[in-house]
């Protein structure tokens, strides 16, 4: 297929959705595995045993940090090409992005073996799982040219579009890191063939994965050659990706360090408990921004205009889709948490849970101009703005921790998401020349967000049930009148037509 004819049809409403639906089944299916077998592994290695299988699952998924952004970047300087139509020179970049990769992370797993003994010294680890412990931290160590490898391969597919088997492969490993430890069981319950079995199963799908990308362009089977001037643009992109995964993980987490330093551990519980339920919600505005990336680093340098159009469109339906699920959250969190976890969490957290679901509707609307700065090569500017956004984040969350407690860390989130969102449309409305929509669009959307306030204050659950009720069917109204287009309805007409 011809790289214009694949940048058409992933450009497409249908093919936007069907990626999207393909990225959350990715995302969900691996978490329904571990939900199932995740027991029986307790059971058959025993606590201490699963906790150090834990630690290493949760290793090897930091060691992608070890590619340094370049998998994104190539993801980003491939899809420009296609989108250029300039096929003759995937192939160099490809093979220098991957080859530098392998170079960066056989000097990291190097470095990283002499610190073992170390590493494996900070955790409390009974003197029997000692030795073991060690001899499964070299291996882990050592698989990391596999880890970091295998974000530039998928990053090639996804520039392609190949979600599809992207996915597909993500399911296949995300059962055998669950299962493959049970089948592993049945011989021996030792963790160092478990890790094994692992990386072995990383490197099947590794395999997999490279015969997919000589799938989508037979050159990178014989043109196999690192060239400097061919990666220049993917490190000069993949240095602002790699701040910035230094910068966020620091902003995810300081709230809850904070919680712990100037409260207790039990706060942390009442705060971390809402937190990691609705930022599972996360996963449908990135499963959305993956899709959104390859097609705008593609279509931007050939066809700006309707890079905008897409752009708009994935800013609608990140809103349309996100808002239902953040306003039932938000007007029954009191009644779900209750009946989840019961009286005395209802009590503490179900405000900490309004507020941080406001605040990750504005996470995921500020995640489509993120993604589309990255794809049009400007990955500095949401990075710029994080930078000046942390001190003051954590200023600001270390304040209302100390005077406000846990409710004060949750406004300070919802409050600093809210302050990023409006940062990031400011940037992409000055710069790009983006009109996001009509007056109609803006009253509508204040309508909407003033819908999201109002059940702060309704305590009885009948009114809140007839609240949501109505207030639903206004936001369908409102959402069909003045968000969508009429080539939009047209698409949603057929498609409930066709079902």
Not at 154 to 164: C, H, N, T, V
Not at 278 to 297: D, Q
Not at 345 to 366: C, D, K, R, V
Not at 432 to 445: C, V
Request: proline letters at 4%; charged letters at 10%; one cysteine or more.
């Amino acid at each position: 297929m011809e790289e214009t004819e694949i940048l058409s049809k992933a450009s497409s409403s249908s093919s936007i959705a069907k990626n999207t639906l393909y990225n959350i089944l990715g995302n969900v299916i691996p978490i329904i595995f571990a939900i199932a077998f995740i027991p029986p592994l307790i059971d058959g290695l025993g606590t201490e045993r699963f906790g150090v299988l834990s630690l290493a699952w949760m290793i090897v998924g930091y060691f992608s940090f070890f590619d340094f952004g370049i998998g994104r970047g190539l993801t980003k300087i491939v899809a420009e090409r296609i989108g250029l139509n300039q096929k003759e020179e995937i192939a160099r970049v490809f093979w220098s992005s991957v080859l530098l990769i392998i170079a960066i992370s056989l000097i990291a797993a190097i470095i990283i073996s002499f610190f073992i003994p170390s590493i494996t010294n900070l955790f409390n680890i009974s003197a029997k799982y000692q030795q073991e412990t060690t001899d499964t931290f070299f291996l882990l160590a050592f698989s990391i040219p596999i880890v970091t490898t295998m974000s530039g391969l998928r990053g090639m597919l996804e520039a392609y579009q190949k979600f599809a088997t992207i996915n597909l492969l993500k399911v296949f490993f995300g059962a055998f890191t669950f299962l493959g430890p049970l089948l592993v069981l049945l011989i021996s319950n030792s963790l160092f063939w478990i890790v094994v079995f692992l990386i072995f199963s990383r490197i099947v799908i590794w395999i997999f994965y490279l015969v997919q990308c000589f799938k989508v362009n037979s050159e990178i089977r014989s043109n196999i050659k690192f060239d400097l001037n061919a990666i220049k643009p993917v490190l000069r992109f993949s240095i602002w990706i790699t701040i910035g995964n230094l910068i966020v993980p620091v902003i995810m987490y300081s709230d809850r360090f904070l919680i712990g330093v100037l409260i207790s551990a039990t706060a942390i519980t009442f705060y971390v408990t809402p937190y990691e339920l609705v930022t599972k919600l996360m996963m449908i505005p990135i499963a959305l921004s993956g899709v959104l990336f390859p097609i705008f680093s593609a279509s931007f340098f050939s066809n700006p205009e309707s890079t905008k159009k897409i752009f708009l469109r994935g800013v609608k339906f990140t809103f349309l889709i996100m808002y239902p699920f953040v306003f039932f959250i938000i007007t029954f969190a009191y009644e779900g948490i209750n009946l989840w976890l019961g009286n005395e969490f209802a009590t503490n957290s179900s405000l900490i849970l309004q507020l941080l679901a406001l605040g990750i509707l504005m996470n995921s609307m500020s995640l489509i101009p993120n993604i589309f700065f990255q794809g049009i090569g400007k990955p500095k500017i949401p990075i710029l703005i994080n930078l000046v956004e942390f001190p003051v984040y954590i200023i600001a969350m270390w304040f209302s921790i100390n005077n406000f407690g846990i409710n004060g860390a949750a406004f300070t989130f919802m409050a600093m998401a809210t302050i990023d969102a409006v940062s990031m449309y400011f940037f992409t409305s000055k710069m790009n020349h983006i009109k996001l929509h009509s007056q109609d669009f803006y009253l509508s959307l204040v309508l909407l967000v003033m819908g999201l306030i109002i059940p702060f204050s309704l305590n009885n659950i009948y009114l809140k049930s007839v609240y949501a009720i109505f207030f639903i069917i206004f936001f369908v109204i409102t959402s069909w009148k003045y968000f969508l287009s009429e080539e939009e309805k047209s698409f949603i007409v057929l498609k409930l037509q066709f079902k």
